[in-house]
Structures are given as structure tokens and as C-alpha cells.
């Protein structure tokens, strides 16, 4: 069942060399830790058990959900009688899994035409170069795509989602005003009137402490509702891999909000491991719709559990 | 201030109340409770692994002097040993050099380096009348280039066009040059975001630097970046002699235990601190306050002097688990409340302790202690009925409390309020994030704070 911790993850090799190779070499260190634990050979015992936490609570784990890990480690250890280091490996990845497979449920959009699609996220996470992969990702499906430059009081927010959108070739609806509620407004519109298949929203970036910038969004979100009366069929929130335990705050505060229904997990391609994503899998679970690994338009992934365990456990042949 | 850190000491005073000296086993618990704490502020593992061992050490070899528990003794060494691995002191930025002395940013996407080069420019120009240029050797993230052009237009500082078919240190050395001719005295360098990881980039800034020749070398962190931190401020370190750190999004409610990992790995002085995305949103860095907010405890160590000053134990420990249950929290407590306070120096003195971030939202709720006595004589002039039961306060009760009082029907009504409000509120404290979640709720009401 586990065999994806001997041999490398996943089938489509092409597509593996590029990001699952990166992510490997971002993650060799945690890797390695956990090799030359397990290689150590020797008993199961407290020290054992403390590097396993060491590997969780670097990796951003956070100390609830590696409690829970290895609290599920130890009763495998215990149910399975296992004696070897090395099957140790196993029940860890086992449990990760379990915990984090209930989060890996793909984004379906055909139900609805316009599908319209909302991101918002703390600033400088990832929302406006998602939306551009995101754009790709529904073309290269055969969907047509809109965009709706919805962050407008960023710096030139309105020219980098632009250029996103002349990329991929597809139209963004930006506005000089200043209101982002009225630029989606008619960004839903349009795609109504031209039979658009997704419509993506960006926002500006906004801490979760700014209550007024919360109150705009919530605003944002029912005037979409305006524009069609079941939209925004997905709200999307970013996180950035490299944030630490916040990110379980950002997804209470944005659920509280707008009642997110997907996360995307950006900057996955550098060292850190968004080992938070269990966090908040024991605390808040929502979906993990994408993972980003990259700044172009390709560096797009569907949130796969086991890769994404596998690579959080640095796990190679 | 009943956030989980808080309760932790408060719960390591306790257990260490009575005992005459710290020893290995007596503060064993108590060290465990603050790595705790650490960690859940995103304090990197090696940092604190290394940080408790060194506190331990500093405790036990710590005289326990005079009025002092141990336990508060421990505190004090948590605190000032954080407070000394944060830097002690506020370190300004080094402009001495043949100018325009060079200003080079670097930091991972999306941390706030562009944001920052704004705003270091505003700050330099108001503040040390320095003529400052910008320029954006970003040619990889979309329109980057224009972000920056449109900040330095909103804060009227020169700017250094670039495009994105140029070399970044073509862009650079061109930058320079023209600082030169037009006698600027400060030129700020924007770069992209880069990851450590990332050969081919790391090396372009490095030989962005090697050209330059900056006399600081910032490094920019997102204030809620997690372990990683100390990855990625090793790799940067390890790339660039950098010369200090400036610490963004503080306007939010990560702990920040970043900085710490940051500070440890790089032993460069955080400059800066980014408190908000407008362009005053820059403030010098206080590393004492910066050790409050990591661990999360406002002046705990302020706090419980003066409440042991002034506060009956028994008293304060009854309102503390009414307070956490947010049930049977009534008049009598409300006044023993205001007593309390009025003995800590008044709802003033108390905001001053908060957490930096936590008083900085609360400014502008400014308390009148006045006020805090009036409220007092109305609940004087209540039946002890009354007092345990204010939803039975109605019309004619309000008059005789009034009348009593010496205050209006209206002084009355204001005090019912308030001390629903604070019903309510101290249900939130009792619920997870409650503080913050307050304190947000207070930030709610104030016009005109973050943009
Ligand atoms: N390496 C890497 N960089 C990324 C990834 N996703 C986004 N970025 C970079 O992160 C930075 C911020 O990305 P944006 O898309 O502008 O983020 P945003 O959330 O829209 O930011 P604001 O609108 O400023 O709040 C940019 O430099 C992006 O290129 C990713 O998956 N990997
Ligand atoms: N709230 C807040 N936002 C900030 C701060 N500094 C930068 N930002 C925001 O973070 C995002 C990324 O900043 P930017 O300067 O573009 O980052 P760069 O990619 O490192 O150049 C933008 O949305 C900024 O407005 C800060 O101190 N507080
Ligand atoms: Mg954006
Ligand atoms: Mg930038």
C-alpha cells in the first residue's frame, strides 16, 4: 500500500523531474534526517519518538497535530507489534496520510456556467500568480476563462494580473475605480453576456486583524451574489508554505468571513515544507484544492496526499 | 493578556511560588512550557532548543533576590535573555559612505521588499533630509517594475526607470550612475523575490552586490514566516554579507517568533519593523517589545509586580476563572473589576502593558478613569440583588441607583452597557484567539486606522 516510499512518487515522470526533483532537493535535509535516523537501525524508544517530532515540528507541523502523529505512530506501534526503525517510516507517512487525505478533494466546475471562482489571501501569498496559473489550468481543460482585477489599492495589482492575462490570452476586466465589489460586479456580468465558463476574482491582500478590510471583503462576496444569485461557487484562500502557524488564524478568520471552500498552498518549490497544512487538517480541515511550485504558468499542481506526504517526509527510493 | 503564554506563566509562578531557589528540577517543568511557547510562535526549533538551554543556565546561576518568587525570577531571565538575543538596542541604518550610499534588498517572494524600498525612501527623505533614488531590478514578476514607479510617484521620490528587457545589473549600475550625476544621496535597490534554493538567482544577486558595493544589504522577512526561516536566512546569509533585517506585516497577529530565528542565524540587527502597507507603515524596531509579543505576554513581569502590589490573590484568582468561564459574571464582579484596576493605576497604566501590537490597536480607546470612579458610586448605590442580577435592573430601579449616585438616569443606562460589553467580551477572552479577537473588534470600531 505504501509503496510510494520505495520507489520515487508518481507515474507521469515528465511532469516529476521538474517539481517533485526540486522538491526533493528543498526537502533533502528532512530527508536525509529521516534516512539517517532509520538507517540507524537500533530499537524503538523515547529518543526515536523525539526525532520524529523534530522532523513535524520543523517541518511547521505545530505541536497539536504532531502530538496526534505520534500518538497514532505509537498505537500502530503498538497494534501491529512492530519492532523495526524502519517500519517506523511506514506508520509515520501512514499517519499523515490519514490525516490528509480528507483534504484532497479536486475542484469541479462544470455544474455551473459562470463558475466563478474568488481568491483572497494575507498579503503577498500567491493570489494574483494563482490566478494566472489557475488560468491556464481551465484552458488547457477546453473552458473559456475571465479574469476580474479586483485588487485595487495594491501598486499596479490592476498591470500584474493584466499581464497574467495577456499570457494566457484572455480578457481582465479592470476598472480605474477604486471599488473591487463593482469590478467583479461586472466581471460576472460580462461573462454572463459572452458565455464565459470560469470567472477568477482577485483581491487585494489583507491582514485578518484589518476588521475593516475583512467587512470589505464579506461585501465583495455578497455583491457577486448580486451579480449571480449561487456565486462565488468556490472561495479560494491562498497561504504560503513559508508562513508558520498563522496560517491555521488565516484559515479560521477568512472561513469566518467568506466561508472558504478551497485552499491553495503556494511556494511549495523552496525549502519549506507546509508541513501546516496538518495543522490545519486537525483544527479546521477545508479542502487543498492546488499547490503551487513555481512562478510560471505551469507551476500548478492538484493537491495529491500521498506526493504531498512524501515529500514532506523527504521519502525517496 | 489570558493568552495561552500568559496562563503558562502565570501557571509556572504558581507552581514555583514558596520554593527559595531555582534548581534543575524545580524549573524543568516551567522551561518546558516556554519552548512550548516558542515553538507556537514560530520560533525555529535549533533557536529554541539552544535559547532554553541557555536560560536554564542563566536561571541557575541566577541570585534569587529579596521580594521576588523564583518563579518570577524565571520570567525575568526568559525575558531579558529573549529581550538580549533580539539585539538590546535599536540599531539605525549606516549611511556613512561616499554617497549615494546604496541601499540593496533581498528577500523571498512576496515578503515585502518593494513595499519596503518605499517606504525606507519616504522615511529617509522626511526624516534625515536625504535626496533618495529608487530603482527596480525586478524583471520577473509581473509588472514590479510599475508597483515601484507607482510608490515612488505617491511619495514624490526620484525614480530610476528600468524594463524588463534589461539585465538586472545593467539596471543597476545604470541606477548608480545617474545617482552620481544628479548628487543623490541614497539609492535604493529593489530586487525580485528569490527562493534560497535557487542557484541561478542567488548568484545574480550576488553579483548584483558585488557590483553595487552596498553599504546595507537588507534582508526582508515576512513577520509570519514559520521554521523555515532559519533555511532560508542561513542561505541568504551565506550569499550576502548582510547588514541588518527588516521584519514586514507586524500589523498582523503572528507572533513573530521569525525574527528571533532570523536574528539568531544572521546575528544581524533587525532595523525595521513594516507595520502596515501604506507607505508610513515603517517604525524602528524595539527588540524588547518585539520578546513581549513572541512570547506573547505583554510586561507580564511589570503586570505581576504590581498586581501582587495591589491585588488581593483570592480575589484576582475568583475573577480570573469567572472571566475564563464568561458565566456568572456579574455586577460585584464588574466593581471588584474597576477596584482592581483602579489599584493596577487605572485602565491607562494597564493599555501602556499590552503587548506593543495589542496597545497599538487599543490606541484611541482611550479609558477616562474619572469615569471609572463614577462607575464605582453607581454600583455603591446597588442592592445586592441588583448586583448579581442587572437584567432585573429597570425603570424605577434605575432612578433610585441614580439618585443615589448622584448621577443621571442616563450615567445608569451607560454603565448597563459597558457592562454587557464587557460580559461579552470576556466571553470572547474565554473563547481560543480571544484577545486578538477583541482587540480586532476594538480596531473595528476606531475610524481611520490601517488604510
Ligand atoms: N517560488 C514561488 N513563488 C511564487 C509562487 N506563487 C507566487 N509566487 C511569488 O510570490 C510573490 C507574490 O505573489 P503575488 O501573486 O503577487 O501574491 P498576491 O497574494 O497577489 O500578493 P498581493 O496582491 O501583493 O497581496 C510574487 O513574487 C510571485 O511570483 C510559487 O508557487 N512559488
Ligand atoms: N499589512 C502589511 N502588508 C505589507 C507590509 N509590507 C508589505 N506588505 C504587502 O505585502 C505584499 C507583498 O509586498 P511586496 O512589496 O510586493 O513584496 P515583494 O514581492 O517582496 O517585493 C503587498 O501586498 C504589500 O502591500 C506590511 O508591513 N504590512
Ligand atoms: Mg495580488
Ligand atoms: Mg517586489
Not at chain 2, 159 to 185: G, V
Not at chain 2, 227 to 237: I, L
Request: aromatic share 4%; charged share 25%.
Amino acid at each position: 500500500m505504501f509503496g510510494f516510499l520505495k520507489k520515487a512518487p508518481p507515474t507521469d515522470t515528465s511532469e516529476n523531474t521538474g517539481w517533485l526533483a526540486r522538491l526533493k532537493t528543498g526537502l533533502a535535509r528532512t530527508g536525509s534526517q529521516l534516512s539517517e535516523l532509520l538507517n540507524r537501525g537500533g530499537r524503538i524508544d523515547d529518543e526515536l519518538y523525539e526525532k520524529l517530532e523534530t522532523i513535524l515540528i520543523t517541518s511547521d507541523v505545530g505541536m497539536d497535530a504532531t502530538r496526534l502523529l505520534l500518538a497514532d505512530v505509537r498505537r500502530q506501534v503498538k497494534e501491529q507489534k512492530l519492532t523495526e526503525v524502519v517500519q517506523i517510516k511506514e506508520a509515520l507517512a501512514h499517519a499523515l496520510l490519514k490525516l490528509l487525505q480528507p483534504l484532497a478533494q479536486p475542484l469541479l466546475t462544470d455544474a455551473r456556467k459562470p463558475f466563478v471562482i474568488m481568491l483572497c489571501g494575507v498579503n503577498g501569498a500567491g493570489k494574483t500568480t494563482s490566478i494566472g496559473k489557475l488560468a491556464k489550468h481551465f484552458q488547457s481543460q477546453g473552458k473559456s476563462v475571465l479574469l476580474a482585477a479586483g485588487d485595487t489599492f495594491r501598486a499596479a495589482a490592476r498591470e500584474q494580473l493584466m499581464e497574467w492575462g495577456a499570457r494566457n490570452n484572455v480578457t481582465v476586466i479592470a476598472q480605474q475605480s477604486g471599488d473591487a465589489a463593482a469590478v467583479i460586479f461586472d466581471a460576472v456580468h460580462a461573462a454572463l453576456a459572452r458565455n464565459i465558463d470560469v470567472v477568477l476574482a482577485d483581491t487585494a491582500g489583507r491582514l485578518t486583524t484589518q476588521a475593516h478590510l475583512m467587512e470589505e471583503i464579506k461585501k465583495v462576496k455578497r455583491v457577486i451574489a448580486k451579480a449571480l444569485p449561487d456565486a462565488p461557487h468556490e472561495v479560494l484562500l491562498v497561504l504560503d508554505a513559508n508562513t508558520g502557524q498563522n496560517a491555521l488564524s488565516q484559515v479560521k478568520a477568512f472561513d469566518e468571513a467568506l466561508n472558504v471552500t478551497g485552499l491553495v498552498l503556494t511556494k511549495l518549490d523552496g525549502t519549506a515544507k507546509g508541513g501546516v497544512i496538518a495543522a490545519i487538517a486537525k483544527a479546521h480541515p477545508i479542502p487543498v484544492r492546488f499547490i503551487g511550485v513555481g512562478e510560471g504558468l505551469d507551476d500548478l499542481r492538484p493537491f495529491v496526499a500521498k506526493d504531498f506526504v512524501a515529500a514532506l517526509l523527504g521519502v525517496e527510493e | 493578556m489570558l493568552d495561552n503564554l500568559t496562563q503558562r506563566l502565570s501557571g509556572i509562578v504558581k507552581n514555583l511560588r514558596g520554593q527559595a531557589r531555582l534548581t534543575e528540577d524545580n524549573i524543568q517543568d516551567s522551561l518546558r512550557e516556554v519552548r512550548l511557547a516558542l515553538l507556537e510562535a514560530d520560533v525555529a526549533l535549533s533557536v529554541v532548543k539552544e535559547f532554553t538551554a541557555q536560560v536554564k543556565q542563566a536561571a541557575l546561576g541566577e541570585e534569587v533576590i529579596g521580594s521576588l518568587s523564583p518563579g518570577q525570577a524565571l520570567i525575568g531571565v526568559v525575558n531579558r535573555e529573549l529581550t538580549k538575543l533580539m539585539g538590546e538596542h535599536n540599531d539605525a541604518l549606516n549611511l556613512a559612505a561616499v554617497p549615494p550610499a546604496v541601499i540593496l534588498m533581498a528577500g523571498l517572494q512576496g515578503a515585502g521588499k518593494t513595499t519596503t524600498s518605499g517606504k525606507l525612501a519616504k522615511l529617509l527623505r522626511e526624516q534625515n533630509k536625504k535626496k533618495v533614488l529608487l530603482v527596480s531590478c525586478d524583471v520577473y514578476r509581473p509588472a514590479a517594475i510599475e508597483q515601484l514607479r507607482t510608490l515612488a510617484q505617491q511619495i514624490e521620490v526620484d525614480f530610476f526607470p528600468s524594463d524588463i528587457t534589461q539585465k538586472p545589473q545593467d539596471i543597476a549600475l545604470a541606477a548608480l550612475d545617474f545617482a552620481r550625476k544628479h548628487h543623490h544621496e541614497v539609492l535604493i535597490v529593489d530586487t525580485a523575490g528569490r527562493l534560497a534554493v535557487d542557484a541561478a538567482m542567488m548568484e545574480e544577486i550576488k553579483q548584483l552586490h558585488a557590483a553595487l558595493k552596498p553599504i546595507e544589504t537588507l534582508f526582508v522577512v515576512d513577520a509570519m514566516t514559520g521554521q523555515d526561516a532559519v533555511n532560508t536566512a542561513k542561505a541568504f546569509g551565506d550569499t550576502l554579507p548582510l547588514t541588518g533585517v527588516i521584519l514586514t506585516k507586524l500589523d498582523g497577529d503572528a507572533r513573530g517568533g521569525a525574527a528571533l530565528s532570523v536574528r539568531h542565524v544572521t546575528g544581524k540587527p533587525i532595523k525595521f519593523v513594516g507595520v502596515s502597507e501604506k507607505m508610513n507603515g515603517l517604525e524602528a524596531f524595539h527588540p524588547d517589545r518585539m520578546a513581549q509579543r513572541v512570547l506573547g505576554m505583554g510586561d507580564v513581569l511589570s503586570l505581576i509586580e504590581e498586581a501582587q502590589r495591589g491585588v488581593d490573590h483570592v480575589e484576582a484568582e475568583k475573577l480570573a476563572k469567572k472571566m475564563q468561564s464568561g458565566k456568572g459574571f456579574d455586577l460585584n464582579d464588574f466593581k471588584m473589576q474597576i477596584v482592581q484596576m483602579k489599584k493596577m493605576g487605572g485602565m491607562t497604566a494597564l493599555m501602556d502593558k499590552l503587548p506593543a501590537q495589542l496597545s497599538q490597536a487599543a490606541a484611541g480607546a482611550k479609558v477616562d478613569d474619572r469615569q471609572i470612579n463614577r462607575t464605582e458610586g453607581i454600583i455603591n448605590s446597588m442592592t445586592a440583588f441588583e448586583r448579581s442580577h442587572p437584567e432585573q435592573i429597570k425603570a424605577s430601579r434605575k432612578r433610585r441607583i441614580a439618585a443615589g449616585a448622584g448621577v443621571q438616569v442616563m450615567h445608569v443606562n451607560q454603565l448597563l452597557n459597558q457592562f454587557e460589553q464587557t460580559q461579552k467580551m470576556m466571553k470572547m477572552f474565554s473563547s481560543k484567539g480571544g484577545m486578538a479577537k477583541m482587540m480586532r473588534g476594538m480596531k473595528g470600531m476606531m475610524p481611520g486606522m490601517g488604510r
